[in-house]
Every structure is written in structure tokens, then in C-alpha cells.
């Protein structure tokens, strides 16, 4: 009984070990992606802004048609068709990325892709040797949920990188969220590894939570994601009036993709997970139903989960909604996404439920 209790106390202190560690990688990449965005060179993010300026100025074109004379037989040529957008809507090119499209900028990309993996593969050992600790879910409390949820963020995002799509651009509000995020574990909710008290010992941790740490990591990509399209399509829209952005701005916006495509991603992320959300919600309720007695009782988790839900449902809905795409239902999702850090942090720190009582 003391070996293994003794072992357990090893575990936790390397599991912390582990995490500060992670800590320590992610800062190195933040700086290394801070070089990417400063290093990567202006003058093809210049190359781009003209682009872009050229595009948004020219006049769609139709159809047309040329007629050549051979002889006395007038010979029509093909047709050159050039599609147009939908209304409201642009065709411009992706930005270069952070690196700018360079050698330079790309190699410190790709260090800062290196160290957040590193980072990455840290903070999971460390999560795993938190469930060794206490030989259980590790996403007890208030503490454990933060560093399993950043490191399930950070894990998704590789994931879509390793899929080869064009998110490296995620990269520095990635990390530098998971550093505030663990800051805050390490600081303000660091908890003792203990046991579950009996309501929360059920095989239902597992299957709800683990869900509900799957879900808010990628409502958050689809949120950084939104937020970066409201910033781009302000900018293309100056563009396309005449405007001329500041120095700031070109070098930043336009090494980003392009609005329609930032818009595009963050609807199919929150698409994708809207129904994980839903079980997550229903799961819960089961999960009620056994440990309370009742599956619905208007606790404050509950009520918030379902604001969230509600939340992002009114999103898909404006998207199918003619007048409400692009920037109304992109301040909808961020509203959403708002009621669900609200019920990630808000309801299990300020408002008395009894999701609380596993302790911060």
C-alpha cells in the first residue's frame, strides 16, 4: 500500500515536471513563430497587396468572343469565360502565409511547427502520468480539464496539418492561448491529484467529458479562425473601396488567406462538431440520470451547455439564411464560443453548481 502510494506521488510530481516543461517549449516556439511573422519578407507579402489592389479594382468579365476573318468565312473563336463570385463576395487569392513565402520565413516556421510538437508530445506524457497518478480519467477537476483540453487543441491542430491543409496560420494564437491557458492551471487551479468523489467515479467521465474536451478544442479553432476572417474581410473591403491600410496591416492581413477561405473553415470545423456538441449534451443528461436521479434539472452547467448549443445551432441556421452570412453569422459563432468559455470557466469558478464540487 505505501509502494504504490509512493509511486502515485512520483507520478504527480513528474506528471507537473511535465507540464512546465511543455511550458517551456511552447514559449520557444511562440518566439519562433513570432520570427516567422516578423523575418518572412515584405516584399513578397508587397507582391500580394498589388495583387489583391489589381484584382479588386478590375471589372468583372463576361463572355467573349472574338471574330477573326479567314477569307470570306468569319471563324469565331472559343469563348473565354470567366466565372464570377456570388454576390457580396470576392475572388482573391490565399495570403503567402506567415512565412511570407520565403525560405527564411519558412524555415522559422517550420521550427515552430518542430517545438510546438515537442511541446505537444510533453504536455500529453504529462496528462498521461496525471491519470497513472490517480489511476482515472485525467480530467477531474478544474486543473487536469485545462491541460487535457490544450493539449487535445494543440493536438487537433497538428492533425490538420498532417492532413496537409493550410492552417499553419493557427500557429501563434494557438500557442500563445495554451501558455495562458496552462498559466492560469499552474497558478490560479492547481489541485491535488485525489480521487473522484462517487457520482463522478462512472465510466460516463470517460465518454461525456472526454467529448466535451473534443468539441471546445475545435469550437476554438473555428473561433480563431472567425475572428481572423472579420479582420481580413475589413481589410479587403478598404481594398476593394480604394482604402489604402497602414503598414501594419498589409504586413499582417495579407499573409493571411484570403476571407471566403478563413469563412469557409471555421463553418466547416463548427459544422463538423455541432453534433459531437449534441451528444455531448444528451451524455450528459444520461450521465445525470444515474448519478442525480434526473437527467434535466436546470443547473448552471446544464443551462450554459445549452446556450452554447443554442448558440451555435442559430449560426449553422444564419449560414443557410439569406442576408445572415459572412459577417452576422460570424458574430454569432464568436458569441457561441463566448458562452462556452463562460461554461468552461465562468459557471465552475463564480456560480454555485453541483458540477462543482469536484473542486477548482
Same mark, same amino acid.
Given at each position: ?13 513528474m506528471s507537473d515536471l511535465l507540464i512546465y516543461s511543455s511550458m517551456a517549449v511552447y514559449t520557444l516556439a511562440f ?8 523575418? /518572412? ?10 495583387a489583391l489592389t489589381q484584382q479588386a479594382e478590375a471589372a468583372p468579365a463576361a463572355v467573349t468572343v472574338q471574330v ?36 527564411? /520565413?519558412?524555415?522559422?516556421?517550420? +521550427? ?25 480519467a485525467p480530467w477531474g477537476n478544474m486543473y487536469e480539464f485545462s491541460t487535457t483540453f490544450s493539449t487535445v487543441a ?52 470517460? +465518454? ?58 471555421? #463553418? ?11 451528444? @455531448? ?26 446556450? @452554447?448549443?443554442? /448558440? ?8 443557410? @439564411? ?21 461554461? #468552461? ?11 462543482? #464540487?469536484?473542486?477548482?
Amino acid at each position: 500500500m505505501l509502494a504504490a502510494t509512493a509511486t502515485n506521488e512520483s507520478l504527480a510530481r513528474m506528471s507537473d515536471l511535465l507540464i512546465y516543461s511543455s511550458m517551456a517549449v511552447y514559449t520557444l516556439a511562440f518566439f519562433a513563430h513570432i520570427a516567422e511573422w516578423v523575418f /518572412g519578407s515584405r516584399s513578397k507579402v508587397g507582391r500580394t497587396a498589388a495583387a489583391l489592389t489589381q484584382q479588386a479594382e478590375a471589372a468583372p468579365a463576361a463572355v467573349t468572343v472574338q471574330v477573326k476573318q479567314a477569307g470570306g468565312t468569319a471563324v469565331l473563336d472559343k469563348p473565354k469565360v470567366v466565372t464570377r463570385s456570388a454576390a457580396g463576395t470576392r475572388d482573391v487569392p490565399d495570403g503567402p502565409g506567415a512565412a511570407g513565402g520565403t525560405v527564411q /520565413g519558412d524555415l522559422y516556421g517550420r +521550427i515552430a511547427v518542430s517545438l510546438t510538437v515537442l511541446a505537444f508530445l510533453i504536455e500529453a506524457a504529462g496528462v498521461v502520468s496525471r491519470a497513472l497518478s490517480v489511476q482515472r480519467a485525467p480530467w477531474g477537476n478544474m486543473y487536469e480539464f485545462s491541460t487535457t483540453f490544450s493539449t487535445v487543441a494543440v493536438g487537433a491542430y497538428l492533425g490538420f496539418l498532417l492532413a496537409k491543409k493550410n492552417v499553419r496560420w493557427i500557429g501563434l494564437p494557438l500557442v500563445t492561448t495554451v501558455l495562458l491557458d496552462l498559466g492560469m492551471a499552474v497558478t490560479w487551479l492547481k489541485t491535488p491529484s485525489d480521487q473522484l468523489v462517487p457520482a463522478l467515479d462512472s465510466y460516463w467521465l470517460w +465518454i461525456h467529458v472526454s467529448t466535451a474536451i473534443f468539441c471546445g478544442a475545435v469550437f476554438y479553432l473555428g473561433a480563431v479562425a472567425t475572428l481572423l476572417y472579420l479582420f481580413r474581410d475589413s481589410y479587403e473591403n478598404k481594398l476593394a473601396t480604394g482604402g489604402n491600410p497602414g503598414s501594419f496591416a498589409r504586413s499582417v492581413l495579407e499573409r493571411l488567406p484570403a476571407a471566403a477561405s478563413l469563412d469557409k473553415f471555421a #463553418y466547416r470545423v463548427n459544422a463538423a462538431v455541432f453534433p459531437l456538441w449534441t451528444f @455531448t449534451i444528451i451524455a450528459g443528461a444520461i450521465w445525470a440520470g444515474d448519478a442525480w436521479g434526473r437527467y434535466w434539472g436546470w443547473d448552471a452547467k446544464e443551462v450554459w451547455s445549452f446556450i @452554447t448549443w443554442v /448558440g451555435y445551432a442559430a449560426y449553422l441556421h444564419a449560414r443557410a @439564411t439569406a442576408g445572415w452570412k459572412g459577417r452576422k453569422a460570424a458574430y454569432i459563432a464568436l458569441i457561441a464560443f463566448g458562452c462556452f468559455l463562460f461554461n #468552461y470557466y465562468g459557471v465552475n469558478i463564480f456560480v454555485s453548481s453541483k458540477h462543482s #464540487y469536484a473542486g477548482v
